[in-house]
């Protein structure tokens, strides 16, 4: 099954994300889950991260919940906000 992980930083987060990227994308390489596409979500000048979108494949939400609350980027609260949906892949049309 498919998920999407929505997460949104706090206010002014940019320097917390910046310091802990490199860890962050070390555990990406290395999570239990397969990461189909993921990457930062950016502002209207479409260069300032603003938080991040995962597209997740795993058995269940239990364990894509478990692989966000081990990311380092949660362990470091740079996330405000957070939402984790079952997502049903349609088009695919690269």
């Known amino acids: 099954m498919h998920y999407v992980i929505h997460c949104l930083d706090h206010e002014g987060a940019v320097e917390k994300r910046l310091a802990n ?4 994308k070390a555990y ?3 999570a239990p889950v397969k990461t189909v596409i993921s990457g930062p979500l950016l502002a209207d000048d479409e260069e300032t991260m603003i938080g991040s979108c995962f597209v997740i494949e795993a058995d269940n939400l239990a ?3 478990e692989f966000n609350r081990n990311d380092p980027f949660a362990k470091v609260d740079l996330w405000k906000t957070v939402s984790i949906r079952p997502f049903s892949k349609r088009v695919d049309n690269r």
């Open 63 to 65: 364990e894509v919940e």
């Open 28 to 30: 990406l390489t290395s």
């Open 21 to 24: 990227y490199e860890a962050h």
